[in-house]
């Protein structure tokens, strides 16, 4: 495993979410691997405590009061959003690396949150869904401006498997919010 199939692995990751195909790039890369990037890069809280489904636990996930705290792994909405910024500046691998993470990202299938309303502004995202949580990572490339948002919700008190999750709903409106603010900032005075 590596070379081509590495490369397949990671675009059925990125592009579909694809679980079978993250848990292959994390058995080739390991979990305390990209730990180690995230420190490297000086990211803290982001984290994998383990393969999806169980198993591969990282030195992190070993600890049972992560395990249990953050299940496959943990990150904020902070990071997130610099990790992001650091693709669109090129400062994760290299400038192609980088360009390459984010075309991959620009693929993903779902639109369901960030820029759900904005089919005509491109956008590099990916999403992450659990029983009770919903997240996204996006940069917004308007005409305006890039915007990076990172926005998680958790705890939602009913487990709801569809495109309008209020979660996604709430994502897509905060969205909408932040873009027409800089639209509206961008705009030419009336005098």
Known sequence: FGGEALQDAVRLMMVLSDNTATNMVLDYLTTDAVN???????FKATRIMRRVGGGGESK?????????RFGLGATTPHEMVQI???????????????????????REQGRNSIGRNMPDVPMASKYGALDALRSCVAILYTKQGKIALAITVDEMPEVFWSVDNPAYLLMMRLSSIVAEELRNKSAPADN
């Not at 400062?91 to 980088?98: K, L």
């Open 36 to 42: 180690e990037r995230m420190n490297s890069l000086g």
């Open 84 to 106: 992001m910024e650091k693709l669109e500046r090129g400062e994760i691998g290299n400038q192609e690396a980088s360009k390459q993470m984010l075309d991959l990202m620009k």
């Open 60 to 68: 992190e996930g070993k600890s049972g009061d992560n395990l249990k």
